[in-house]
Structure formats: C-alpha cells, structure tokens
C-alpha cells in the first residue's frame, strides 16, 4: 500500500469511527465523546502553542474559560442570540490571547510556564469575584437547546474537531505556520532569515485561544451551567498531558492524547475504587504525572510517534520484502 492509498485508508477509518458510536452508544456515552471532542480541540490548540510554537504555556484554560463565561454570560444574562454569542465568546478567547501574549513573550523558558500558571490563579479569582456579582448560581445555557442533545452534541463536536484539525494543519504549511516552526526549531537561523519570533509567537498565542476558545463553547453545551471550579489548573496539566502523551508536535498525536486522557476518568470507574491504599478516583493529577514521566522516558516522540515508526518500518520491510520478490 502506498502512502497515498494509507492515508485515504485513515481518513476512512478515522470517518468509519467517528459515526460508529452514533448507532452503538447511549446518549450518556455519545455526552462523553463530546467532552472527549473538546479535549481534542484544546489539546490541537495547546500543540500549536507549546509543541510547533514552543511556547512552554500552561494557562490555556483561561482561554478555555474566557469563552463559556463570554458565550454564556451574553445569552444567560443579556439573552442575546447564538449566532452572536458564539462567535464573540471564540473571539474573546483570540483576544485575551492577545492580551496574554504581549507582555508573557518578554520572558522564555521556565519564566513563561510559572508565569502562564499564575494566570490560571488570577483568572480563577476574576471568574469566581463576577460569579458571585452576576451568577451565583453559575451561568445556565440553554439556547440551542438542541445542542443540550448529547447526540446532536456528539455530531456538531466531531465536524468541529475535522475543521480544526484541518484549519490547523493549513496554518502549520502556510508561510506563517512554517515561521512559527522555523523559529522555535532554530530561533538564530529564523532570526538571521528576518522572522519576527516575537511577532509568530504571538501569532501561535492568538491562534491557540481561539482553538482553545472553540472548544471551550462545546464544553459549555456538555456542562452546561459553567461554574468557575470547572476551570482549574488541573485542567491545564491535562490539557498539556494529552499533548505530551500523543506526541509535542504531532496534530493526529493531539487527537489520540485526548481520547486518552478524556476517557481516563471512565476507565477509572470500571477499576476497583482502590488498589491497596491508594483511592484511583482520587488520584488523576497522580496518574497525569506518571503517564508524563513514563511517555518522556520511554516514548519522547509520545504514542503517535511510537505509532507512525512501527508503521513506518512495516512499510519498509514489506516494500523490501516485495522488492526481492520481483528480482528473483
């Protein structure tokens, strides 16, 4: 099979599973996969930032957040339209990105993580100061209310996911797409070529919030009363967690590190609540750690890339294999 006819096969697969779980699963299952979903479109986001751009962020839940408060605020409390709310609350997530950006490029490295984690805090506290002003109860959603429909949920998700994942992997070979490589592989040859790392950088932020703003709008419709304790650095770490499990850098690795890393709390359920001391359920920060030490020390191109080499190698000895077939 050539790589041509490989990927076609995926893109089948991948469309064959996607609409399987539609004829299959319950409406509960199909609201998980839609949590799932979003995950996905945060974990792409959070690639584009941190594993392409190489920006060490960990704060993309703000983003996350920025637009169910937005979204939802403007229909629970001002009763504006979907079709206004929506798009304003994706583009308040770009914005604050831009907001973020600015003033977090002026530092690198470890700075930029701790300072990324200071602002989940912050915006944990302007979350929780406008619940308690606005919304005590938290902000209710409730216009579509088709979209309430786990089912419809479940579909508009996964079309939202095909989207991204090919919106994404356009920027990633356009001109800008290859400056943000170009510079966080080798920032002094981008830097001798005339590429503003500053400015791609910040192009990686504002792109990444509105990905991560978009999923934030589907886990909305799943919640859907957003309450401000939903949106915890815990959140974050997993977000980062998938990207590193599936593979820094990897888009298909985004979406395999989020169906993992979703569906681990229901695979928590189906263990013994306990194994010797330890209580499973309340152990997931746990397991995130062990999972991100274990990918890094066995699997550092994560399971996508662990995946794409065993391929690759079977491709190659069934193409030699072949080969030597044809000479004799």
């Avoid at 929506?86 to 003033?103: F, H, K, R, T």
């Avoid at 209580?279 to 062990?290: E, H, K």
């Amino acid at each position: 099979m050539n790589g041509t006819a490989a990927r076609h096969a995926g893109v089948g697969l991948l469309a064959l599973a996607a609409v399987l779980p539609l004829f299959t699963l319950s409406n509960y299952q199909l609201g998980i996969l839609a949590l799932v979903s979003s995950y996905a479109v945060a974990s792409l986001a959070q690639n584009l930032l941190a594993g392409y751009a190489d920006v060490p962020s960990l704060g993309n839940v703000v983003f996350f957040a920025a637009s169910a408060y937005t979204a939802g605020g403007l229909m629970f409390l001002k009763h504006a339209s979907p079709l206004i709310a929506l798009p304003l609350g994706v583009l308040a997530a770009g914005v604050l990105g831009l907001v973020i950006g600015l003033p977090a490029l002026r530092v690198s490295g470890m700075h930029l993580a701790v300072v990324s984690v200071a602002l989940v805090f912050v915006g944990q506290e302007v979350a929780q100061q406008w619940e308690s002003g606005h919304a005590p109860q938290g902000v209710t959603v409730a216009d579509p209310n088709w979209l309430l429909q786990e089912r419809n949920l479940y579909v508009v998700a996964i079309i939202v996911v095909a989207v991204t994942y090919v919106a994404t992997w356009n920027v990633l070979r356009s001109r800008s797409g290859r400056a943000i490589v170009a510079v966080s592989e080798n920032p002094y040859a981008g830097a001798a070529s005339g590429i503003d790392a500053a400015r791609y950088r910040l192009l990686a932020f504002v792109l990444s919030g509105l990905l991560t703003g978009t999923a934030g709008v589907i886990y909305m419709y799943y919640a859907p009363t957003v309450l401000h304790g939903a949106f915890t650095l815990d959140l974050s770490l997993a977000f980062l967690t998938m990207m590193i499990l599936g593979g820094s850098g990897s888009l298909g690795g985004s979406l395999l590190g989020a169906f993992i890393i979703g569906l681990l709390p229901q695979i928590l359920q189906l263990l013994p609540s306990t194994i010797g001391r330890v209580n499973l359920q309340q152990s997931v920060n746990g397991i995130y750690a062990l999972l991100l030490l274990v990918t890094l020390r066995f699997f550092p191109n994560g399971l996508w890339g662990m995946l794409a080499g065993g391929i690759g190698r079977l491709t190659r000895d069934n193409n030699q294999a072949g080969a030597g077939e044809s000479r004799r």
